[in-house]
């Protein structure tokens, strides 16, 4: 072979062998990328499950429309979950989805629909009274210490029970929470109420002697204060089976419920004559001994009476008695004595709470304050008693010194007023004081010691330094008024959300446990 011709072969096996190495090489790139391809594929597959199992898709997603604004579905779970609270801790089975629990079987509501439908209504109201509140001139600067207030005890409460702020915020109002949502509807709802107090405030004052006579005029019934006494006589319970345990018929147990009835109406009806008699009605209830009893009850409006013998109640003439059968159950004997309109007087008042200190046991039960801990608070009460009568003796004085100590969150922020206070309002001991036989005239001032019930989670001990300031409208006088004011603010708001017409989106079904 010659040298050209071997040379030849050596480049054409080499090349060969090249050939061969750059297809293998060729190959290995395409399965390379294909790999790659397909685990860049999975790697984006695996990131987005992990954002849409986060909810962070869901949360942006359009739940509802309110007038021209669109909530999101984080935006509507506040008021979703705020809807469910209370069902929640009561009522749901947590092992159950809100959709499979019913509210009304007969219209087939589910607990789902249920808090939809408030969440819809709620966010309307506050869509509506916040664009108000904002063409009154109102700001958010306005309420930015509450709202800091009321975030740092959000957080403190999240840290006392284990979680994070954001963690916390999601297990009180659903997955979807978000620390901006949350704190930006949270000061709206802050604004809100300032608003609706201001306007609630001008409505109450509004009403004249001659808007409050009548109403009373019209509503008569509701605002009477009615003095009754009632004997209620039980029929004996009839079982559905024998002393020896043999099943009764149900016309042996009609005719054993029969009887029980017939025995129970004789002795209603012997306490009805007896009373008919001049028997003193003390003493009838004494001799009769009936199964319950009161002389001398009380009720404010007749909606108050127990329905099962309101009618036969207001039928009567005074200290005239009936006699009322209530199904199968037994019998009223029941007493009319007078109706009135409440004339007492209410009183306005301002007070200055000092709290004696308390602390709590290993089972974290409160415990009342100890001896020092009330020479502690009494010597504080007296001292700013002293530094009220150092000063000028007006109402307005008093109210700069509850605002500066006052403990009482109610009213350390108004001059510690509280206006139109009727008899059995305030706790017992300040009660007395203020409703004394003896009456007050605006200006007296004292400090009166109140302990309270450690069975009570909201119990308080301390002392209040009370100022007298005056006698006001009577005790039916004020309460309608609280009644046209609730009704007026009623139809404020649906005049102003009547507008915002509400409607679900598709991002809603990211709703409902």
Do not use: C
């Not at 990328?33 to 869901?58: D, K």
């Not at 210490?145 to 915020?169: F, H, N, R």
């Amino acid at each position: 072979m010659s040298a050209s011709r071997e040379k030849k072969q050596r480049r054409g096996s080499s090349s060969g062998k090249s050939l061969q190495l750059s297809q293998e090489q060729a190959a290995y790139q395409r399965k390379v990328r294909t790999y790659t391809a397909i685990g860049v594929v999975t790697v984006v597959l695996v990131a987005a499950l992990l954002i849409w199992n986060s909810g962070f898709f869901q949360s942006r997603a359009i739940a509802a429309k309110v007038g021209d604004t669109e909530l999101s579905v984080t935006e509507l779970s506040y008021y979703y979950n705020d809807a469910r609270y209370i069902y929640a801790q009561y009522v749901l089975d947590s092992s159950k989805s809100d959709a499979e629990q019913m509210y009304n079987e007969e219209e087939g509501i589910t607990y789902r629909d249920y808090f939809l439908e408030q969440a819809l209504e709620n966010a309307q109201r506050d869509q509506a009274l916040y664009a108000a509140a904002i063409e009154a001139g109102h700001s958010l600067d306005e309420v930015q210490e509450q709202l800091s207030e009321q975030i740092a005890a959000m957080k403190k409460s999240a840290a006392t029970s284990g979680y994070s702020y954001a963690s916390y915020l999601k297990a009180m109002a659903g997955r979807y929470m978000t620390p901006a949502v949350y704190e930006d509807i949270l000061a709206k709802q802050l604004l809100i109420s300032v608003y609706a107090s201001e306007i609630q405030e001008e409505k109450y004052d509004s009403f004249t002697a001659e808007d409050l006579e009548a109403y009373y005029k019209e509503h008569a019934d509701e605002v009477d204060t009615f003095d009754y006494s009632y004997l209620y006589f039980k029929a004996a319970a009839v079982t559905s089976s024998d002393a020896e345990g043999n099943e009764r018929t149900e016309e042996e147990i009609a005719q054993l419920k029969a009887e029980a009835m017939e025995a129970a109406k004789a002795e209603a009806e012997k306490a009805l004559a007896s009373y008919n008699d001049g028997t003193a009605l003390s003493k009838v209830i004494t001799q009769s001994e009936p199964d319950n009893s009161s002389e001398h009850a009380s009720a404010v409006g007749s909606a108050n009476l127990n329905s099962v013998y309101r009618d036969q109640l207001l039928d009567l003439e005074a200290n005239q008695a009936a006699l009322v059968e209530y199904t199968d159950n037994g019998y009223y004997v029941v007493v009319f004595h007078s109706r009135a309109r409440n004339e007492a007087l209410t009183a306005d008042v301002r007070h200055i709470l000092i709290r004696a200190e308390t602390t709590t046991d290993d089972n974290n039960k409160t415990v009342a304050p100890s001896d020092e801990a009330w020479s502690t608070a009494e010597t504080k009460a007296n001292e700013i008693l002293a530094e009220f009568e150092a000063g000028e003796h007006t109402a307005e004085a008093f109210g700069a010194l509850a605002e500066e100590y006052s403990e009482d969150g109610g009213s350390n922020t108004n001059g510690g007023l509280y206006e139109r206070v009727a008899d059995g309002d305030f706790v017992e001991e300040l009660n007395d004081w203020m409703f004394d036989e003896a009456g007050h005239q605006p200006g007296d001032t004292a400090v009166i010691r109140h302990e309270g019930d450690t069975s009570s989670s909201s119990a308080y001990w301390g002392y209040h330094v009370v100022y007298f300031q005056d006698w006001n409208e009577s005790v039916w006088a004020s309460n309608v008024r609280n009644t046209l004011t609730s009704q007026s603010m009623t139809q404020w708001q649906e005049q102003l959300t009547e507008p915002y017409q509400t409607a679900l989106a598709d991002g809603a079904k990211h709703l409902g446990n």
